[in-house]
């Protein structure tokens, strides 16, 4: 049973470009979880999704960022206009239904020139 | 909203010793997770505590639970140089609706022969 997938592992962008990263959630697993690592920090909650549902996005910035988990494919978050600022590791997880243990990516590491 | 504090911050430690990190999170949760990270990798998930007084042992790890306290400890005992890592505590919040994580900062360990 493979594993939470993300892709690309390493992003490097310039800054007004558009970044998406993709993640396919484990076998099985309807929930997928964004989380954003800054460098020495701790997780940061980013949005939580079901199949075509935005779940919770509290803690999505306001502007640039949109997540989406279609019907068929992988989940995708999308930054538009990157800066600088952008620049962090982003880690997929996903869970089966209800409350269960989560399961991490290996993330995307997203460089903005 | 939810704080998780973790302490130390940083933790350098000869091997063979034993040692404590701690967590404190500032609102009701039943469910309490540590996970590992090493350098430029993605999280591995070493416990789920589910209830007050739980406590699990791995190896060298174990980790428990004080949900009235709301106080996780994380234990090392005899340390070796392969537990170099950082460890990061997660919580819940019990009830929300969403399950996002909470993390707290981290805890980097180095472990020194």
């Known amino acids: 049973n493979a594993g939470v997938m993300q892709n690309p592992r390493h992003l490097v962008r310039r800054r007004g470009q558009e970044a998406r990263l993709r993640c396919s959630p484990m076998?099985?697993?309807?929930?997928v979880y964004w989380y954003r690592q800054l460098p020495e920090e701790g997780l940061k909650f980013m949005v939580y999704l079901q199949k075509e549902n935005i779940i919770d996005e509290s803690g999505m910035p306001k502007e640039r960022f949109s997540a989406e988990f279609p019907k068929e494919g992988p989940s995708i978050l999308r930054i538009q206009q990157v800066v600088r600022g952008d620049s962090a590791a982003y880690f997929c997880?996903?869970?089966?239904?209800?409350?269960?243990?989560?399961?991490f990516g290996p993330g995307t590491r997203l460089t903005v020139l | 909203e939810l704080k998780v504090e973790q302490n130390p911050l940083f933790l350098s430690m000869q091997e063979g010793k034993n040692y404590t990190i701690y967590c404190n999170y500032s609102t009701t949760s039943d469910r309490l997770y540590w996970y590992r990270q090493d350098p430029g990798k993605s999280l591995e998930s070493l416990f789920v505590?589910?209830?007050?007084?739980a406590v699990k042992q791995e190896g060298r790890l174990m980790a428990s639970l004080d949900t009235k306290a709301r106080l996780s400890t994380l234990h090392i005992t005899a340390a070796v140089h392969d537990l170099s890592a950082t460890y990061f505590c997660?919580?819940?919040?019990?009830?929300?609706?969403?399950?996002?994580?909470?993390f707290g900062k981290g805890t980097k360990l180095s472990v020194i022969p």
């Open positions: 076998k099985g697993h309807s929930h």
């Open positions: 997880a996903s869970s089966p239904p209800m409350r269960n243990e989560q399961f």
């Open positions: 505590l589910l209830s007050n007084g």
């Open positions: 997660a919580v819940d919040v019990t009830g929300a609706g969403s399950y996002q994580l909470t």
